[in-house]
């Protein structure tokens, strides 16, 4: 069948073709500006009030609280954004380097700050175990090696068909990519504490370090390779350069526009429909939706092959998050901008989070302090926080409309033990974030956090694709498709879209 003729009728006639990107997160904004490059007429639909999805900000008494993402590594991911429009991202957005880039403190008392500083990464190692500064040389030099396979050279592979996996699996076995994050770290440091500041990153991304596949080592080496960075103004002051670059493209953000419909014919998705019953005619689709919400919920009866409810059903989801963000009437001038409080319990709290599914009495902490860095997000002499703590998901049944509170109190107490002391007196302004909030404010299935849990048969080809297995011009980016969660994977997604997005010209 001619292309053409199954196309909307404004392609035909040899206007610019039209892409619809629903959600503007890192990642549909990303896809935006990719599309906007290459010529088409590109329209974000967002269902909230404001742009970013997960990477939204809260404006609450006189603070500033980034919803969602903190960290900024890869920054060339941004950068080249900003280069495709013809700009340059440092006259939009400065970037602070941080150093270190966090400290884990451990539930005996001690600590360990991770930083780009290979002598002093050497020193800390050694500080804690000397007999494990071998091991831990041999460890970042696989991480070097992992990252260069699986970022930068499989961070933006479309995995288009079963035989770009099988190529791709020598080298996958290779680095034994079967075993766990923590089963790869064991095999080269034997300090407990080390184990757990080597191996926590796949919670950065959704995953159970205990079930990750070890090709998510890569992280510490990307670390050291790019730095930990912090957008000044806060993580929105990103999300609002992007929207501003999508714009002097041409491109339209609509807020408060909900998408009920991806509308399909022939097979095709030639468009979408919105709550509202506005039709919306585009030549290409690209959903920044949870991909499970997305085959789930937006096909209607549309037959789907691959992703059917079944084969989401058997799914296995990351966890939940319960964040909660919280100023205070002082500044804690000895917290660093980010801190990694741990529990006494390391694989059984996770193991109680991924596979038991209960909510545990202790817990493993993620205080953010961003007036540590910036303290223009705060009134003067104040400091704002988010403390985040990895919980089930919604499969766990938690009626958090009911648990939320005295949980958010044990998280205080607890901080005001260790961190944060007399935090209870100190408080302003707090909010609170459930897997709850993630399901009806994000449309997250399952409430997770970061859509499916990253393991190895859950990455890569096995992951919901890029370009849709089931309807044709439709496109996925963002946490739920290749290569996963983490502002680099959602980054690296919206750059796959460039090898199986035809060129706007194609059309014309």
Partial sequence: MNMLARLPAESAKGTKPHAVVIGSGFGGLAAAIRLGARGY??????????????????????????????????PQLFEELWTLCGRRMAEDVTLRSLSPFYRLCFHDGSTFDCSAD???????????????VEGYERFMALSEALCRLGFEELGDASFASLADMARVVPALARFGAWRSVYATVARHM????????????????????????????????????WGVHWAMGGTGRLVAGLVDLLRGQGGALRLGA????????GGRACGV?????????????????????????????????RWTDRRLDRTSSSMGLFVWYFGTRRRYAEVGHHTILLGPRYRELLNDIFRRKVLSEDFSLYLH???????????????????????P????????????EPYR?????????????????????????????????????????FGMEPVLTQSAWFRPHNRSEDVDGLYLVGAGTHPGAGLPGVLSSARVLDKVVPHANAFA
């Fill in 41 to 74: 007429r590109v329209t974000v639909l967002e269902r909230l009030d404001q742009a970013g999805g997960r990477a939204r900000v809260f404006q609450q008494d006189g603070f500033t609280f980034d919803a969602g993402p903190t960290i900024v590594t890869a």
């Fill in 118 to 132: 290979p002598a002093a990464m050497r020193a800390e190692v050694a500080r804690l175990s000397p007999s494990d």
């Fill in 190 to 225: 034997r300090d407990e504490r080390l184990r757990t500041a080597f191996s926590f990153h796949p919670l950065l991304i959704g995953g159970n370090p205990f079930s990750a596949s070890a090709i998510y080592a890569l992280i510490p080496h990307l670390e050291r390779q």
């Fill in 258 to 265: 909900e998408v009920a419909e991806i509308m399909v014919e």
């Fill in 273 to 305: 429909r919105l709550v509202s019953g506005e039709e919306i005619r585009a030549t290409v689709v690209v959903s920044n939706a949870d991909s499970a919400w997305t085959y789930r919920h937006l096909l209607g009866d549309t037959p789907r092959r």
């Fill in 369 to 391: 302090r961003p007036t540590a860095s910036d303290p223009s997000l705060a009134p003067p002499g104040h400091d704002g926080f988010y403390v985040l703590s990895p919980v």
């Fill in 393 to 404: 998901n919604l499969q766990a049944g938690i009626a958090w409309y009911r648990e939320a």
């Fill in 409 to 449: 109190q044990t998280i205080q107490r607890r901080l005001s033990e260790t961190l944060l002391p007399g935090l209870e007196q100190e408080i302003v302004t707090s909010k609170v974030l459930t897997p709850q909030d993630f399901q009806n404010d994000l449309l997250a299935w399952r409430g997770s956090g």
